[in-house]
């Protein structure tokens, strides 16, 4: 989830052409870095939602306040992780398509490091509040294939990586290269869930489960994040519609959240048009010049915070949310508590950034 946010511009006619062994501009694209930003934001603010639903037993008999204040804020999230998903896409088909496989292995690289470190971090926190389920041996070797609780929010990465490494494999081979090390890499990852499979066959010992790998429905949003984030640029008057659509999409996830099953998933038609419409309203959104400084610091910490964030949700959130709470209350303690999660989880990942430790905690 580097931060990859620009893409080439095409060379002006009439203006002389950029000297040999000279990179080609880019454009930043500023309302990318807006998008990570937003999506960082609102994956806090359904983990503090989740709090308030676990408090009820997920059971408005329980507690209708905290239930649905809960589910209200899960129900505007549903977008987020899905659209991690197009961001991806865009930037490695076109925003900063890699130039070859080694390119590709350091953002790979970028994105490992930080997977497991925090995955180290959280397990090593669990361990001396004594809240492991198992022995924290067990779910480090565990971790290496699938994400583990307390590291739950990690999940994605595990479909993430081995997504951008197949975009790359593909395009850098329609260029003309060879990416035989990507190639390995891919394959092995596809073998690996009948191996581990196979071991246990054979040797009835139990196995991690592996989730390496991809669905059908990340790898749509990949490529077509990447289709509608390239759109050129547009008339404001028709993004008024979508304006309508997201709360209609969010309704719709809260009924389904509500009275069919939650969580939805990332598959389901709801969250898919809810995605769209919110990548449509902010892809090329003009970001004023003198706001883009801090837009620019704020997306650079988005992973980090992302990544630490489930810390104070756990520690904080959870320990001041009670089921008996009326829902003028519970409404909020949920800002309130969103507020101080995001505030904690930003300046934390600003003051390691100023510590020079982004590439190992993101």
Not at 2 to 26: C, D, F, K, M, Y
Not at 33 to 50: E, F, K, P, Q
Not at 129 to 156: C, I, K
Request: hydrophobic content about 55%; overall charge positive.
């Amino acid at each position: 989830m580097q931060n990859e946010t620009a893409v080439r511009l095409p060379q002006q006619r009439g203006t002389s052409p950029e000297p040999a062994g000279t990179a080609p501009r880019r454009e930043h694209r500023f309302d990318v870095d807006l998008m990570r930003l937003v999506c960082s934001a609102t994956i806090m603010l359904g983990h503090v939602g989740a709090q308030f639903i676990h408090a009820t037993g997920n059971d408005p008999d329980n507690g209708a306040g905290a239930y649905w204040a809960g589910h209200v804020a899960e129900a505007l999230n549903p977008f987020a992780v899905p659209m991690y998903f197009a961001i991806a896409g865009w930037a490695v088909l076109v925003g900063a398509p890699p130039k070859d496989g080694a390119r590709m292995w350091q953002r790979v690289v970028r994105n490992t490091v930080p997977l497991f470190a925090w995955t180290a971090i959280y397990l090593v926190w669990a361990y001396l509040r004594d809240r492991n389920e198992r022995p924290m041996t067990e779910l480090a070797v565990d971790a290496l294939f699938g994400s583990v609780q307390p590291a739950y929010h990690l999940w994605f990465m595990y479909n993430y990586i081995p997504i951008i490494v197949l975009l790359a494999f593909a395009l850098l081979i329609k260029a003309g290269q060879r990416p035989w090390r990507l190639g390995a890499a891919l394959l092995f990852i596809a073998v690996l869930p009948s191996v581990m499979t196979t071991v246990t066959e054979v040797t009835d010992i139990e196995t991690p489960t592996v989730a390496w790998g991809f669905g059908t429905y990340s790898l749509v949003y990949a490529v077509g994040g990447a289709l509608l984030f390239a759109l050129p640029a547009r008339s404001p008057r028709w993004r008024w519609p979508l304006l309508a659509l997201f709360p209609v999409t969010a309704l719709a996830c809260l009924w389904y959240n509500t009275q069919v099953h939650y969580v939805i998933p990332n598959a389901h038609l709801f969250v898919a048009t809810m995605a769209i419409s919110v990548l449509l309203l902010i892809s090329r959104v003009r970001v004023p010049e003198k706001r883009r400084p801090l837009l620019q610091k704020l997306a650079g910490a988005a992973l980090g915070a992302y990544l630490v964030h489930v810390l104070f949700v756990e520690e904080i959130v959870g320990r001041v949310v009670s089921p008996d709470l009326g829902a003028v209350a519970a409404g909020a303690l949920l800002v309130a508590m969103v507020a101080v999660v995001m505030a904690l989880s930003f300046a934390t990942s600003l003051l390691w950034g100023k510590l020079k430790l982004r590439r190992w905690l993101g």
